[in-house]
């Protein structure tokens, strides 16, 4: 089992900054891959960035590319989220997730384990 709980969320005004984090818990070879995913009312669950746990590879949604940063602290468990030039539209529900094997998928159905979220509100 792996538990994740995010953090960090807030309210920002448009073009503001924040980071998100997500302490993990749990058996580590289940978590080999973690990513951020986003949810506003009424839309469906959006991936946002994702990460290999071992070796750090990246990849992100195109309209977040230049702006967010996913990384990871292999010693304190946590993902981090950084984000910057937040826009209005990107508020929503950010949830962390964890998957146990690593593929290069946007699908909320590749990741087993999620968090509680935490809300993003972007003022304009």
């Known amino acids: 089992q792996v538990q994740l709980v995010e953090s960090g969320g807030g309210l920002v005004q448009a073009g503001g900054s924040l980071r998100l984090s997500c302490a993990a818990s749990?058996?580590?070879?289940?978590?080999?891959?973690m990513a951020w995913f986003r949810q506003a009312p009424g839309k469906e669950r959006d991936f946002v960035a994702a990460?290999?746990?071992?070796?750090?590879?990246?990849y992100y949604a195109d309209s977040v590319k230049g702006r967010f940063t996913i990384s990871r602290d292999n010693v304190k468990n946590t993902l981090y989220l950084p984000m910057k030039s937040l826009k209005p539209e990107e508020t929503a529900g950010y949830y962390c997730?964890?998957?146990?094997?690593?593929?290069?998928?946007?699908?909320?159905?590749?990741?087993?384990?999620w968090g509680q979220g935490t809300q993003v509100t972007v003022s304009s």
């Open positions: 749990g058996r580590t070879t289940s978590r080999n891959a």
């Open positions: 990460i290999r746990w071992v070796g750090g590879y990246t």
């Open positions: 997730a964890a998957a146990p094997e690593w593929v290069m998928s946007t699908s909320t159905t590749a990741y087993e384990y």
